[in-house]
């Protein structure tokens, strides 16, 4: 204990120097104005940004990428509150409830509840990080190939739950999100998988894209064929803060929230994808009236945010305590460390010390940032949705081409995000939930990356994935989140929940 | 704002008249370096230091330009069809340049013959890992092992086309078992987790990417592939010390235009090159990296283009036969 | 084409023109994958090939499809209606025009010029602006300009990303 308190000292006193305040506060003030452009997810913003990081001495230049990173997350889930785009995976439950509490007036409240919940759950993945980073390594240790295999069976089981309508039709979209996230180059083979023989479907289709396509554009044309209610906010605005009631509802959802998203934030291959849909489903299934949820349930917003936050913070730990990044974000880190002549390992800790714990400062102190940042600018957000829609939509239409196209330089993506958005535009007529598509096709990848690894370490055998205790384990879980989300179904009020 | 607005009109003035200026002045625009990969890794890092200061000496910006696609065969494809005037250059690796035509039939690029070769900029050693429980202790050991047990073990990649996976297919192709198992990853990341975590046995890889948790004593390192030991880790012997004398592969970085680009062009790219690599800060950095420094020859134009044909040689036959 | 089924289908009275127009869809979707992944190997359990993960994944669409569209039959569903054609040609269109523009083209017998952002801005907002039927000329020029303007600003200087400005006027 006295170790953690002499290291976090250390981190402090790295971090509160003038120098890197500011490095911190600039960090995420330029992320969260760049993240919240429609089209320009975290991975976008960290790499357009990145460049701007490089005349900076190592630590000042981490600090202020960390500060990037937070700032585009929670750019983010405004863009995905405001105009129901999310930037990136972890933002798409928050369109749920977030977006309907926008077009209720209570844009303020949602982005206020998403800050104040991010801002307890950095905190607490501060700590965590700093007290636990090293032992918890270890549990990413333990997750091999089957392992993963199973925890994405689990997730596809989520997403069962996130469905409002039919449950048919949301197993429908898992198994669309699955089947497009086989196209592309096979990982295994380099044979080309259902790409009509065009190079740029050789690397598969991209997140932003098709995110991009069926909740951007998509949602762009559903507003335009109603012209009554596509105006984000037309009644009233209300509050700009969440009240005592707001908190006190979202307290135990944020609490939950942040343990869930911590620990699968640790896990490598993206286990922080799963938080917020983890964290949702839960909230959902003990919520005493499930079916506020899609309509702007508060905890719908706070649970997965603060999921989201603490997943994207843990995320640091197999990078930090290892050197191996987790996720794509990650990846990016390390590059910006190498850069500066850091090369994330296992040595980092004792070679750097000051690095280390500095920049496990700075997370707690770009968390405070964010929300020092991101108060005041919730009004500011909040007015933006008052512009009119027949301007708004061209607006987000250019952010969101110039976003595609700076992810690769490729202007074929552009077009590809039109036809998804004509796809997703199908989709909806078709009374489909674009949000489970989405969760299934980033844990497709995964998941057959996973399943064909586990396999051919396991020469064949099936048995691998009961064998090995953890695998079971996540399985059995994801047998009883199943029959929990089908058990309604088979119960004679079928249509009071089918419709929620 | 206002400084931004200044710098858009300075900047349009600076367009209109340097347009007009009369040729042999290259370069009079910013030049942009086609990164075939996504921004912070190997090939990028190396890229953004060195064009950094050859901008200094061109006296004009390179502006680095990602565009990753189908293992980097999509970028180096858009550079090297584009016009030929210098202003558009690309920094490629083993991968896009000598492994390419064997891996991917239809290449809408030559790098033997359809390119204009500028120089390399660095080589970055390969080593062969393992999990540090696997049996066999050195290399020669591991070469017996692998040939008597074909069947047991598991070998990572971070899919077909990367590095690890050219430079492993290799490997394989010499040792005379090219159908060992082969477990695909999506980058070099995971699949060093679970190198780690012992999930598999072994992978060859780039030095930058291996060398701390070889360090950290994570895995096990066998032999580092090149004619000399690294000073990252001057304990790992070369494989001719370790007894596999014909495995020698490295992941080099290189710079390319498109063929026809004119000859001053080329000249000031190299020199510019030549004056980066010679730069004490840019060595250091890249040094760090546990890059090797191109030879006086290999800065070369023509020492790069030897180098791309001598390693698509090795490669083309085993990649062409390699199962995929 | 699902238009068609449909309204063949709806002389069968059936009770959700939504639900059964929906399971077509996800049978056609299904059917295209088998159809795309036909000649990929299967592969065995101990080496799965490239094409066994595409097509038991589209057979199973195929089914639920077939399922959705059934149930079609037997539950009271929500009808077909509204399409915004305006929308998809406008919105869609100016989307895709700015990918054409924005570095120029190169497609069979069609080639467009590397015309960079200082055309590509203003053709998108002016373009999907016209699916607005609300929309006043005046106001739509200059937001266009306006927006172009600032986007250049944000993302070619501020930001320094690699987007072609105007390389026929300007050179970058």
New interface residues.
Partial sequence: MSEMISHLTLGFGVALTLQNLALAFVGCLVGTLIGVLPGVGPIATIAMLLPITFGLDPVGALIMLAGIYYGAQYGGSTTAILVNIPGEATSVVTTLDGHQMAKQGRAGVALGTAALGSFFAGCVATVVIAALGAPLTRLALLFGPAEYFSLMVMGLCFAVVLARGSILKAFCMIMLGLLLSTVGTDLETGQERMTFGFPPLSDGIDFAVLAMGVFGFAEVLRNLENPETRDVVKAKIGRLLPDWNDIKQSINPVLRGTGIGAILGILPGNGAVLGPFASYTIEKKIAKDPSRFGRGAIEGVAGPESANNAGAQTAFIPLLTLGIPPNAVMALMVGAMTIHGIIPGPQVMTKNPELFWGMIASMWIGNLMLLVINLPLVGLWVKLLQVPYRLMFPAILIFCCIGIYSVNNQPVDVAFTALFGLFGYILIKLGFEPAPMLLGFVLGKLMEEKLRQALIISRGSFMTFVERPISAGLLVVSVIVLTIALMPAMSKKRDEVFTE | MKKLMLGLAASLALAFTGGAQAQGTYPTKPITMIVPFAAGGPTDIIARIVSEHMSKTLGQQIVVENVAGAGGTTGIARALTSTPDGYTIAMGHLGTFSAAPATYPGLKYDPINGMQAIGLAGGTPILIVARKNLEPKDLKEFVAYVKANPDKLNEAHAGVGSVSWTTCTLLKGQLGVPKLNAVAYRGTGPALNDLVSGQIDFMCDQIVSVAEQVKGDNIKAYAIASAERSPALPNVPTTKEAGLPDYQIEAWNGIAAPKGTPKEAVDKLVDALDKALKDETVKKRLLDLGTVMPSAEERTPAGFAALIKRDADKLSPTLAAAPK | MSLNRIERAQSLRIRSQ??L??GL??IA??AL?IF??WD?PMG????????M??KA??T??IG??A??AL?ALR?N??K?S???W???IF??????L???T??G?DFGPIKVPQLG?IV??PL???V??L??????WK??II??IV??LF???L?K???????PLAPWL???
């Avoid at chain 3, 919105?91 to 895709?96: M, P």
């Avoid at chain 3, 200087?157 to 987007?163: F, Q, T, V, W």
Wanted: aromatic share 10%; proline share 2%.
């Fill in positions: 939504q639900d127009a929906a869809f996800i979707l299904g994958a795309l992944s990929l065995s359990l101990r080496q799965i090939g490239a094409g993960l595409p994944i589209a199973i669409c639920l499809g399922l959705l149930s539950y569903g929500e077909l509204g399409w915004s305006r929308g998809v919105v869609l269109g100016g989307a895709v700015f990918g054409l924005i570095r083209f952002l590509s801005g998108v907002v002016l999907s602006g699916a607005a039927e609300d929309k006043k106001e739509l937001f266009a927006m172009t986007c250049a600003l993302f200087y501020a930001l320094s990303l690699p987007i300007l050179g970058i």
